[in-house]
């Protein structure tokens, strides 16, 4: 059975940190892309970052230099380091498991809130 379980959202203030975590079973998690998008609310789910099999990385512009994202292909786990979070960082984070275009999985979000 196929499964990704995002953790590590929560409230945070403005300037502050968090750490998501995404978990995966049922698949070769090693061969897959990973990809962290965001939907906020009335907005359209968005890439965040990205980080391949071989684990080359990528940023949307508005978190580069802030966000870092990490895989330990041991622990089938990807990471998104959030630092000097923003109001404008609000949203439902989801996990996005891609190896080909019929191998493509969701995790059921953690919702990070940035407020003071």
């Known amino acids: 059975q196929v499964q990704l379980v995002e953790s590590g959202g929560g409230l945070v203030q403005p300037g502050g940190s968090l750490r998501l975590s995404c978990v995966a079973s049922?698949?070769?998690?090693?061969?897959?892309?990973i990809t962290w998008y965001r939907q906020a609310p009335g907005k359209q789910r968005e890439l965040v970052a990205s980080?391949?099999?071989?684990?080359?990385?990528e940023y949307s512009e508005f978190v580069e230099g802030r966000f870092t994202i990490s895989r330990d292909n041991a622990k089938n786990s990807v990471y998104l380091q959030m630092n000097s979070l923003k109001p404008e960082d609000t949203a439902v984070y989801y996990c996005?498991?891609?190896?080909?275009?019929?191998?493509?999985?969701w995790g059921q979000g953690t919702q990070v809130t940035v407020s003071s």
């Open positions: 996005n498991a891609k190896w080909t275009p019929r191998t493509d999985y």
């Open positions: 049922g698949f070769r998690f090693s061969r897959y892309a």
């Open positions: 980080i391949r099999s071989g684990g080359s990385t």
